[in-house]
């Protein structure tokens, strides 16, 4: 099993930018790939961005150009930085693992596991 812990949600006003955390624990951390999903209110879940084993990054269309996913490795963390915040980024935002899934193409179903998430709230 992988645990995985988001922080640093809250509310932010729009053309702000927001950082989020997940720690993971549970297995070695070059053996997964790692992402981050966001669901907004009555919508449905969708992905923001991968992070591979070796840290590759990939980012979804509707956040290319204001996101940044890293990983510190030593601390078993992924961070999640997006800039130019707009009202509709509010949502609750999901840090996701998988030992085999390593695209924002397989959608949320298909990753194993979850954090709890962390809320993000844009005012305009």
């Known amino acids: 099993q992988v645990q995985l812990v988001e922080s640093g949600g809250g509310s932010i006003q729009a053309g702000g930018s927001l950082n989020l955390s997940c720690v993971a624990s549970?297995?070695?951390?070059?053996?997964?790939?790692m992402a981050w999903f966001r669901q907004a209110p009555g919508k449905s879940r969708e992905g923001v961005g991968v992070?591979?084993?070796?840290?590759?990054?990939w980012y979804a269309d509707s956040v290319k150009g204001r996101v940044t996913i890293s990983k510190d490795i030593a601390k078993n963390t992924l961070h999640l930085q997006l800039n130019s915040l707009k009202p509709e980024d509010t949502g609750m935002y999901y840090c996701?693992?998988?030992?085999?899934?390593?695209?924002?193409?397989?959608?949320?179903?298909?990753?194993?596991?979850w954090g709890q998430g962390t809320q993000v709230t844009v005012s305009s």
């Open positions: 549970g297995w070695s951390y070059s053996t997964y790939c």
């Open positions: 992070s591979d084993s070796v840290g590759s990054t």
């Open positions: 996701a693992a998988d030992f085999t899934v390593c695209s924002l193409t397989h959608g949320p179903g298909a990753w194993n596991f």
